[in-house]
């Protein structure tokens, strides 16, 4: 079965101060790992998708990486509007498309 | 990319009532899903909405709970049947091209 496991649970940072975000997955095989935001009473936005091992992209102050059991979504500089819920999600290899979601990682920002 | 809506985005209803939800794609699609997340917890799938085909329900969910249509490769509907207070919470769909994309959720309060 395919398992996600995000942490920390709960990051409260300084504004400019950076940190990363870990996501760690078990999975048959990987079809695509997948990074959203999440602010309160809203749906998913998504972010970032990768597909292999040492894939790298990068949005902004965000930044996620890839190897073969674990992903990071590092976080440069961080502002206030940076707070929210990010979540890490997994997609296995076959013809199905369900999508495993982690319990996300919420990120409070302070000025 | 695609956009997704849902109507309605709020609803307060009555124990033993149920409510339909109502999701449109901005372009056709051949994945759709419905979601549930309950308050401080992440995405856990309910079914996925196959197009001219019975819906395909995951562990937990049964059609008489919750059916679904999907007539067409933009839209869907999921019916929350005989609700009780337990089933308060948010309901979102999603639409999968080669990224997993999500509406703005259903927030949903049962009496």
């Known amino acids: 079965e395919d398992q996600v496991t995000q942490s920390p649970e709960a990051l409260r940072l300084q504004e400019g101060e950076s940190s990363s975000l870990n996501c760690s997955y078990t999975?048959?095989?990987?079809?695509?790992l997948f990074w959203y935001r999440q602010d309160p009473g809203k749906g998913p936005e998504f972010l970032f998708t990768l597909y292999s091992a040492g894939e790298e992209k990068e949005k902004e102050r965000l930044k996620a990486t890839l190897t073969k059991k674990e992903s990071f979504l590092h976080i440069t500089a961080p502002k206030p509007e940076d707070s929210a819920t990010y979540l890490c999600a997994v997609r296995a290899t076959g013809g199905y498309q369900k999508v495993t979601f982690g319990t996300g990682t919420k990120l409070q920002v302070i000025p | 990319s695609a956009v997704i809506s849902q109507k309605p985005s709020r609803d307060i209803c009555q124990r033993g009532t149920s409510l339909t939800i109502q999701c449109q794609v901005d372009s056709q699609v051949t994945m759709m899903f419905w979601y549930r997340q309950q308050p401080g917890q992440s995405l856990t799938l309910i079914a996925t909405?196959?197009?001219?085909?019975?819906?395909?329900?995951e562990s937990g969910f049964v059609i008489d709970k919750f059916p679904i249509s999907r007539p067409n490769l933009t839209f869907s509907t999921l019916t929350v049947s005989n609700m009780s207070p337990e089933d308060s919470s948010i309901y979102l769909c999603s639409a999968s091209t080669d990224t997993q994309y999500f509406g703005p959720g259903t927030r949903l309060t049962v009496l």
């Open positions: 909405a196959n197009q001219g085909s019975e819906a395909t329900y």
């Open positions: 999975v048959s095989g990987l079809r695509g």
